[in-house]
C-alpha cells in the first residue's frame, strides 16, 4: 500500500528583484499588516473616528510588532548570544537588527504590541481597553497569514505522526511526515478571527463591555498556542527534556491576563455605547499629531 501523506518542497523565494530575493514569509507578514490596516479603517470609518487615527495606529502596530517580535525571539529563545555578552567588544549589536537573518517571536510580537498601542492611545488620548478590544479582532487574521509564511518556510513544525495530512518537509532532510502545526494554528487562528469579528460587527459587547474582546482573544488564541506547542519539535537544542517548552511558558501570563480581564468585563455593569468623546475629530490640541 502507498504511505498517506504530502511531501513538502516548496521554495520559500516568492520572487526576486534583482539580486533581492523576496521569500513568501516576508510576502506574507506584509500581507498580514496591510490586512489589519484594512481592518481597522473599516473599524474607523464604521464608529466615525477621525481618520488620521488609521494611519497613526498603522505606524504605531507596524513598529512595535515587529521591534517586539525581534527582541523577543533574541531574550526568550538566544539570550545567551545577545544578552549575556552586551559589554564583549565583539558583541554583534548589529545582528540584533537583521531581521531577514534572524528570527521572530510571537509572544514578543504580542508584547511589543501592547507596548506600542498603549503610547498609541495616549497620544491620541483613547481609552486603552477601548484599542484593545479592536486590534484583538485583526491579529488572528494576521497570525494564520504569518504561519502559512512559516509553512513556506518549511519552519516550527511539529513531531512526527502516521496521519494522513503529514507533511514531509524536504527542504530540512526529514524523511518522516511530520505534524503540520502551521496549518493546525492558522485554521484555529482563522476561526478565532471570524468569532471576534461577529462579536464586533453583529452584537454590541465592543461597546457595553469593553475588555471582552480582548480577554477572549487572549485566553483562545494562547490555549491554542499552548496546545499545538505539545507537538511541536523544539525551537532551541536547550528546550530538550523541558516539561513545557519556552512557548507554553510563555503563553501561560497571557491566557490568565485573559481569564482576568474577562472576570473583569463581566462584573461591570452594562452600559449603553455612546461612542468616543472624539467620534466627532479628534481635538485641535492633537490636530497635528501623527
Not at 531581521?99 to 507596548?115: D, Q
Not at 532532510?173 to 492558522?186: C, D, F, R, S, V
Request: hydrophobic share 50%.
Amino acid at each position: 500500500m502507498t504511505p498517506l501523506f504530502i511531501v513538502w518542497d516548496v521554495e520559500s523565494v516568492a520572487f526576486s528583484l534583482g539580486s533581492l530575493e523576496i521569500a513568501w514569509y516576508g510576502v506574507l507578514w506584509a500581507a498580514a499588516l496591510l490586512v489589519a490596516l484594512w481592518i481597522f479603517s473599516r473599524m474607523v470609518k464604521r464608529e466615525r473616528l477621525d481618520p488620521r487615527l488609521i494611519d497613526s495606529g498603522f505606524l504605531y502596530g507596524v513598529l512595535a510588532t515587529v521591534i517586539g517580535a525581534r527582541i523577543g525571539h533574541c531574550l526568550f529563545y538566544e539570550p545567551g548570544d545577545y544578552f549575556l555578552q552586551p559589554f564583549m567588544p565583539e558583541f554583534p549589536w548589529v545582528k540584533l537588527l537583521n531581521i531577514r537573518g534572524g528570527g521572530l517571536a510571537s509572544h514578543g510580537a504580542a508584547l511589543g504590541l501592547l507596548v506600542g498601542l498603549w503610547l498609541f492611545a495616549r497620544r491620541w488620548k483613547l481609552p486603552y481597553v477601548w484599542i484593545l478590544d479592536r486590534v484583538a479582532v485583526m491579529v488572528p487574521l494576521s497570525g494564520a497569514l504569518v504561519r502559512i509564511g512559516n509553512l513556506m518556510n518549511s519552519e516550527i513544525y511539529g513531531k512526527a505522526t502516521s496521519l494522513p495530512w503529514g507533511f514531509v518537509f524536504v527542504r530540512n532532510g526529514e524523511t518522516l511526515p511530520m505534524h503540520p502545526t502551521q496549518i493546525y494554528e492558522a485554521l484555529a487562528y482563522l476561526a478565532i478571527f471570524f468569532l471576534l469579528a461577529h462579536l464586533y460587527w453583529r452584537t454590541k459587547l465592543a461597546g457595553e463591555r469593553r475588555g471582552v474582546i480582548f480577554g477572549l482573544f487572549l485566553v483562545l488564541l494562547f490555549s491554542v498556542r499552548f496546545a499545538v506547542e505539545s507537538i511541536k519539535l523544539p525551537q532551541e537544542s536547550w528546550e530538550q527534556g523541558m516539561v513545557l517548552n519556552m512557548g507554553q511558558i510563555l503563553s501561560l501570563p497571557f491566557i490568565v491576563a485573559g481569564g482576568v480581564i474577562l472576570w473583569h468585563a463581566f462584573r461591570q455593569p452594562v452600559r449603553p455605547y455612546t461612542g468616543l468623546p472624539q467620534d466627532k475629530g479628534i481635538s485641535n490640541r492633537n490636530k497635528h499629531r501623527f
